[in-house]
């Protein structure tokens, strides 16, 4: 069975606090993706990498940054968290060829 | 920047039969469909590569006019099991990569 596996389902976070979320995939995908997910807004790109030490902006990157050390494993990176990025943050995989992505379960980030 | 997914949210009794439609305003080279039920991950459902494409995926079939940058979703004879937020996406070649970007999302209700 596939996996995307998101460290944490819940997390709370003060304001100005450094956060890691962290995403691993098992199939051995060259891309992988942050998304985050608000009501009314639907998916919006955070990130997207598309091999080791590679990344690119999507359409939200400000407040963000990522990190791709190995191919299995995708971190996202709030550098000083406000509360503006209290919100479902989902992360995805998918191969070089482009057909479906697989999704991790996401995590609730709530910054107080 | 990312698809416009109407209507935003539909409420249907079970053996209705629904339309979700997705437009864009840049071009549109494959268009992918996923379904997202109630705390899960989004899942895939099917992705359209040619302009006029349809495709299906049990009793939910999809539409792609490539001119006019929009795709369609038919769901019929809707099943309870039918319910939850439904996405378009779409693949934008960046020159070094495929950036997969998505909808506003479409709530879908299906009542007895």
């Known amino acids: 069975d596939v996996k995307v596996t998101q460290s944490s389902r819940y997390l709370v976070k003060r304001t100005g606090e450094k956060v890691f979320l962290e995403c691993v995939q098992d199939?051995?995908?060259?891309?992988m993706f942050w998304y985050r997910q608000d009501p009314g807004l639907g998916l919006r790109l955070i990130y997207f990498?598309?091999?080791?030490?590679?990344?690119e902006k999507g359409d939200i990157p400000e407040g963000y940054s990522v990190s791709r050390e190995k191919k299995e494993r995708f971190s996202l990176i709030l550098e000083s968290a406000s509360t503006n990025q209290t919100s479902m943050y989902l992360c995805?995989?998918?191969?070089?060829?482009?057909?479906?992505?697989?999704f991790g379960q996401g995590t609730r980030l709530t910054v107080v | 920047q990312q698809p416009v997914q109407s209507p935003q949210a539909v409420i249907l009794r079970e053996g209705e039969d629904a339309v979700i439609n997705c437009s864009s305003s840049k071009a549109l080279y494959s268009v992918h469909w996923y379904r997202q039920k109630h705390g899960e991950a989004p899942v895939f459902l099917m992705i359209l590569l040619k302009g006029g494409e349809q495709k299906g995926h049990e009793k939910i079939s999809a539409s792609f006019n490539e001119k006019k940058q929009q795709s369609s979703l038919y769901l019929t004879a809707s099943q309870l099991s039918y319910s939850g937020t439904y996405f378009c996406g779409t693949a934008i070649n960046t020159g070094t990569a495929s950036k997969l970007t998505f909808g506003t999302g479409t709530r879908l209700q299906v009542t007895l």
């Open positions: 199939m051995d995908h060259e891309n």
């Open positions: 995805a995989s998918r191969d070089r060829l482009g057909t479906e992505a697989f």
């Open positions: 990498s598309y091999d080791v030490k590679m990344k």
